[in-house]
């Protein structure tokens, strides 16, 4: 089932997932943030932190595509694409899809964690992203 964030029930929380967006504009994302190995920091515009390595990201284009356990059923799994902005959700598509090989080696730092930082790129000055560059 497709349902948005804001139509889920409690029984739906529990299943796998895949969720699309930062935590201003998905609940569910909003819910799981803190349980997130690479999170988006309330105090600080949203900026992207990285729990592993420390590193902060704070490029509107930035984004984190992150496959973790359901905090909410430990026997399920999230995938997670968000940004820092909708821009930055851009950024994550076009890395899920375009490089997913790439998502699976998991976070340079932690390979056994599939948790990537991406920056969006635009290669040919289009003003569109077209491209992506790994951050960790």
Not at 117 to 125: M, Q, R, S, W
Request: aromatic share 8%; net charge neutral; with cysteine.
């Amino acid at each position: 089932d497709i349902k948005c964030d804001v139509n889920l029930d409690e029984d739906d929380i529990k299943e796998n997932m895949i969720v699309l967006g930062g935590p201003k504009t998905n609940i569910i994302t909003n819910r799981i943030n803190d349980e997130l190995p690479i999170y988006f920091n309330r105090k600080s515009s949203w900026q992207i932190v990285s729990k592993i390595t420390g590193n902060v990201y704070d490029y509107d284009y930035d984004a984190v595509v992150e496959r973790i356990k359901n905090p909410f059923n430990r026997r399920k799994e999230i995938l997670l694409l968000a940004g820092k902005r909708s821009a930055g959700l851009v950024s994550a598509v076009i890395a899920f899809t375009n490089h997913l090989p790439e998502i699976m080696k998991g976070n340079a730092k932690n390979s056994e964690l599939i948790c990537k930082v991406v920056t969006g790129l635009d290669k040919n000055a289009d003003s569109f992203i077209d491209s992506v560059k790994f951050g960790e």
